[in-house]
């Protein structure tokens, strides 16, 4: 798959933990960070992905698992 990364051609610089409706197409059903084979995030961005979805995890804005 040569998919062109989302933040790449949205030409986001930064992630943030706050906006969850974007972070929440990066999760799976069971709550789990999609792989980015599948996502097509580039490395650089999905590293600063899963370090938004921690840091949401933590506030409370997602959830840790689904039920």
Same mark, same amino acid.
């Given at each position: $798959?040569?998919?062109? %990364?989302?933040?790449?051609?949205?030409? $986001? /610089?930064?992630? *943030?933990? /706050?906006?969850?409706?974007? &972070?929440? /197409?990066?999760?799976? @059903?069971? @709550?789990?960070?999609? *792989?980015?084979?599948?996502? @097509?995030? %580039?490395?650089?961005?999905?590293?600063?992905?899963?370090?938004?979805?921690?840091?949401?995890?933590? $506030? @409370? &804005?997602?959830?840790?698992? /689904?039920?």
């Amino acid at each position: $798959m040569n998919q062109q %990364c989302f933040f790449c051609s949205q030409n $986001m /610089k930064e992630i *943030d933990y /706050k906006e969850t409706e974007l &972070l929440k /197409k990066f999760v799976s @059903g069971q @709550g789990k960070i999609i *792989d980015p084979r599948h996502t @097509g995030v %580039c490395a650089k961005h999905q590293r600063i992905l899963s370090q938004a979805i921690k840091r949401a995890r933590f $506030m @409370g &804005l997602l959830a840790f698992v /689904k039920k």
